[in-house]
């Protein structure tokens, strides 16, 4: 049911941390042909192999579309459920629901409006009427209440929890003009604290280099490893348009403190080296008016910080790159107790972003 | 996940009877207007007091096309869950999962194929691919795996399970050569008890007069009130042609015992006066090549005995009839400790069956 009149803060509800056990964890299936080349073929075999890898730690529930509902549910996979959820495409961090809990064993959901990252100023497709009930289908699988903010535009992905007061975000994002161009930083931020239960809300001035899609999504550049502390995706060439980016978030970051008082302690993790879409990656995409060309020779916004945790595991994106090596280094001495589990994710970078994008997670009220 | 070489009996699962808890009860939103007449806005109506009425006593949730989703979720009922399931009719009790639990906690589903109650010898539209996926969709959102027959056509409302190893059934239905022409009767009755988990199968010989639609199926003249003892459907006038229906299967329940040695004990509830439909009752249905027509003047299939048992309710469908209240008293005498809720229900009767057609339980393992 939609909740009416007060929201998680008032409710004493907030959003746990993505290290928090999970109940579940959901992935929407691809399809559509102007996003994803070759008819989404290549993208599903990776959407295949990350819910096959995440369901060995823990269930996962797919959402297909009626077409490819039976072929999806043919697969059979051990641990996953198959539902029904209509999307436009099958990026459930950002047109998905955001769970909040109470501590005491109790479970809502944030139900934000979602208009394809950005409407009709600069969106990536039209309509997305179907991705914007996904998150209202998720919640009545989970037979949670939902707070529905049908005037305040997020997706998943720009923001981030530690779960203990402070959310993590950037103004790249959530001052674009293309979702609450009515509204002040001030508002936005209130927002914010009062859905997500929080005290305090971290601007990161800008993402990843040529996140363009998503005008600048947190999840591609900076994530929570552990209260008062971060990892951020990095770059040392300082030619490179990246640095600077890089840079402002680290200059950023180690200027403030979280919501209980403590520095942030940033952890770096190189970005790969510029990845570009391929004459043939670009060609077998389908040409749709409305929809956001994938151009032979775009650099395209890869990171590694894209990874999604699960319940003992970490499953990252890597890129058959010199810095793969690093980034999975790095997360093994941050989560000792955990798997890392590299997949080579260039098909889903192709369609503009990565495993965390593809993945939303359920806590374990 | 679907389960594959063993069965319900094999396993020690069995269907519980529907007097057993439920965790809650599903039912599909009905649309099609080529069925239910004025593009089905005046069943909508008493299937929205159906819900309504069950989710006073249990959990409902509420399977949608796409199509009517956001119109169904912004009722906003309380205790209701809308979920995207495809459907091509609203029979849930016919196209959906059969709950089989193992007396342990645990549960699975059987998810019989669908046939439209008669595939292309006798059905009653094509196609049927979306209502024989319903069972698969209510099996992931329940999470639970399922025994899926590809080769066994049967509907939910052409049996009944006392629970303790005894189920009923017509021979009208199912030796209809709509459904499993290639099986001989031994053969499918050693279908139902391998898949029900039951010891002994009771063959009425035949449904309601007039149940074309079905092919006579059970639960409109006969239902479990407890083991050993049913209500049947009656007719008093032996000119009606219900009467030598009714008495046909009296004299066989009277002269058979059930899996436990016990004889069974018949009460009577007397059908309502014969119900046909009028000239714009039928011209409102849109007539669709294909579809089985609702023509001026055809009688209903009409029958008390088409309840649904919910937790602390009956949901009872009623015709503004003279024999509505001995079905009433009938009934609250048999559940002293329930509460009777008869609902007008011409309008489900119109489109071909009754409430316990569109209701389907899932036990509380």
């Given amino acids: 049911m939609r909740i009416n009149n007060t929201t998680p803060k008032s409710d004493g509800f907030y959003m746990p941390s993505e290290l928090a056990e999970h109940r579940c964890t959901y992935v929407l299936w691809p399809e559509r042909g ?9 993208a599903q075999e990776v959407f295949k192999k990350v819910i096959q890898t995440i369901a060995k730690y823990e269930p996962v529930v797919v959402g297909v579309n009626p077409g490819q509902y039976p072929h999806v549910l043919e ?28 501590g005491r064993g109790n479970m809502r959901a944030v139900d934000w409006s979602f208009n394809a990252w950005g409407g009709l100023v600069n969106g990536l497709y039209f309509p997305w009427d179907q991705d914007d009930l996904v998150a209202a289908k998720m919640c009545a699988i ?29 103004e790249e994002c959530l001052l674009d003009e293309g979702r609450n ?9 209130a927002k914010l604290l009062e859905y997500l239960g929080a005290e305090k809300v971290l601007w990161i001035p800008k993402g990843i280099y040529m996140d363009e899609d998503t005008n600048g999504h947190v999840d591609n550049i900076c994530q929570f490893v552990a209260p008062g502390k971060v990892v951020l995706a990095w770059e040392d060439n300082q030619d ?13 970051l180690e200027s403030q403190t979280d919501a209980k008082g403590r520095k942030i302690e940033v952890v770096k993790i190189h970005v790969p080296n ?15 008016e409305g929809t956001f060309p994938r151009r032979e020779g775009d650099r395209l916004p890869a990171s590694y910080v894209n990874y999604y945790n699960c ?5 990252l994106p890597v ?47």
Same sequence: chains 1, 2.
């Avoid at 989970?142 to 950037?170: K, P």
């Avoid at 510029?274 to 749709?288: C, R, Y």
């Avoid at 319940?311 to 499953?315: H, L, Q, R």
């Fill in 75 to 102: 697969m059979n996979m051990p641990n996953v459920q198959v539902v029904e959820i209509s999307n436009n495409d099958s990026w459930i961090r950002d047109c998905g629901a955001t769970f909040v809990v109470n």
């Fill in 240 to 252: 490179d348009p990246q640095y600077e980016r890089s840079k402002a978030a680290l200059d950023y």
């Fill in 311 to 315: 319940n003992g595991a970490v499953i």
């Fill in 274 to 288: 510029p990845i570009t879409i391929t004459k043939e990656e670009s060609e077998g995409v389908d040409i749709v």
């Fill in 319 to 365: 890129f058959d790159d010199e810095h793969d090596q690093a980034a999975i280094d790095t997360l093994q001495e941050l989560f000792p107790d955990k798997v890392i589990e590299p997949i080579y994710a260039r098909e889903i970078l192709l369609g503009g972003g990565n495993i965390h994008c593809i993945t939303q997670q359920v806590p374990r009220p």
């Fill in 181 to 189: 161009a009515n509204m002040t930083k001030e508002e936005i931020e």
């Fill in 34 to 42: 102007d996003n994803w080349r070759n008819n989404a073929e290549n």
């Fill in 142 to 170: 989970e037979a949670v209440n939902r707070y529905r903010l049908s005037d305040f535009i997020l997706e998943g992905g720009s923001i981030h929890s530690d779960g203990e007061g402070t959310i993590l975000t950037t």
